[in-house]
C-alpha cells in the first residue's frame, strides 16, 4: 500500500470527480443519435422456400445444402445462423 502511496500520492490528491465533470464537460448528443435497428436479425429464414434459401445462401456466400445443415444445427433464425457463420 505504501508502495501505491508513493507512485500516487496521497488520496487528498486525487481529484474530486464532480470538479472534473465540470472542468471538462461532454456534451449530449443523445439527441442526435439515431437508433440503429437491423430488422434482418429478428428474421427466420424460411427453409420451406428455395428462394430464402437461395438468397440467404448467395447473401453469405455458401451452397444451399451448406445452409441448410447450418439451419439445421442452430435453427433458422437468422442472427443464430450469422453468429454459426461468423458472419
Known sequence: MGENNQRFGSEN?????EEIKQ???IE??????????DES????????????????????QIS??????AIVLNGNSLKEIKKYLSV
Not at 490528491?13 to 470527480?17: G, S
Not at 449530449?28 to 435497428?37: K, N, R, S
Not at 436479425?41 to 437461395?54: C, G, K, M, Q, V
Open 13 to 17: 490528491d486525487i481529484p474530486d470527480p
Open 64 to 69: 444451399v445444402s451448406d445452409l441448410k445443415a
Open 41 to 60: 436479425e429478428h428474421r427466420e429464414i424460411n427453409s420451406d422456400d428455395p428462394a430464402d434459401l437461395a438468397h440467404w445462401a448467395q447473401e453469405f
Open 28 to 37: 449530449d448528443d443523445g439527441d442526435t443519435l439515431e437508433p440503429f435497428v
Open 23 to 25: 472542468q471538462f464537460e
